[in-house]
T-cell receptor, first 112, second 109 residues
Framework: DADVTQTPRNRITKTGKRIMLECSQT?????MYWYRQDPGLGLRLIYY???????NKGEISDGYSVSRQAQAKFSLSLESAIPNQTALYFC???????????FGPGTRLTVT | GQQVMQIPQYQHVQEGEDFTTYCNSS?????IQWYKQRPGGHPVFLIQ?????EVKKQKRLTFQFGEAKKNSSLHITATQTTDVGTYFC?????????FGKGTKLSVIP
């Protein structure tokens, strides 16, 4: 959905570099999520936030951090990128009390 | 999180044939969702099932939730090339989703 945007869409970076992926939404949703997708592994939850002051670890949070700057913005950081963090990263949002999630277009990250 | 197992991982069908993907859990599910991801795209919500034995239809797609709420299926009748993509089931709990690994559907014209 155009209501959820991610920047950059593609990024190639080197091992050890710090990188930030950004997600913005105009849906007015409180809940925001970060997932990574690897071939054959489905989508795995990295971090999620239910409002601006709420941050929760997901299944695979090691090596990542997040910041919820505002209701509409949720950023994912890799403090020191490593090659096995090469993946497709999706941001998603959901309304309060809803399980239906709306995904952004994804960021394809390559760490060399 | 508790996993949901999805089979098959891949399915190749001739256009016009039917397709089914299955989602299984060892524990009872409060609900199950289905998403579709087109090649190069992002997951898009299709449906949520909540009730035991529930059956919902969307045109050629039929979604079922098992009586014991431990399994679900998505059936596509007479596949078309527009059905190509990966279909994911996801269990919802505490407003988090745990996704299956998906079934990638290829349709041969």
């Amino acid at each position: 959905d155009a209501d959820v945007t991610q920047t950059p869409r593609n990024r190639i970076t080197k091992t050890g570099k710090r990188i930030m992926l950004e997600c913005s939404q105009t849906k007015g949703h409180d809940r925001m999520y970060w997932y990574r997708q690897d071939p054959g592994l489905g989508l795995r939850l990295i971090y999620y936030s239910f409002d601006v002051k709420d941050i929760n670890k997901g299944e695979i949070s090691d090596g990542y951090s997040v910041s919820r700057q505002a209701q509409a913005k949720f950023s994912l950081s890799l403090e020191s990128a490593i090659p096995n963090q090469t993946a497709l990263y999706f941001c998603a949002t959901a309304a309060e009390y809803s399980n239906e999630q709306y995904f952004g277009p994804g960021t394809r990250l390559t760490v060399t | 999180g508790q996993q949901v197992m999805q089979i098959p991982q891949y399915q190749h069908v001739q256009e016009g044939e039917d397709f089914t993907t299955y989602c299984n859990s060892s524990t009872t599910l409060s609900n199950i969702q289905w998403y579709k991801q087109r090649p190069g795209g992002h997951p898009v919500f299709l449906i949520q099932l909540v009730k035991s034995g529930e059956v919902k239809k969307q045109k050629r797609l039929t979604f079922q939730f098992g009586e014991a709420k431990k399994n679900s299926s998505l059936h596509i009748t007479a596949t078309q090339t527009t059905d190509v993509g990966t279909y994911f089931c996801a269990r919802a709990g505490s407003y988090q989703l745990t996704f299956g690994k998906g079934t990638k559907l290829s349709v041969i014209p």
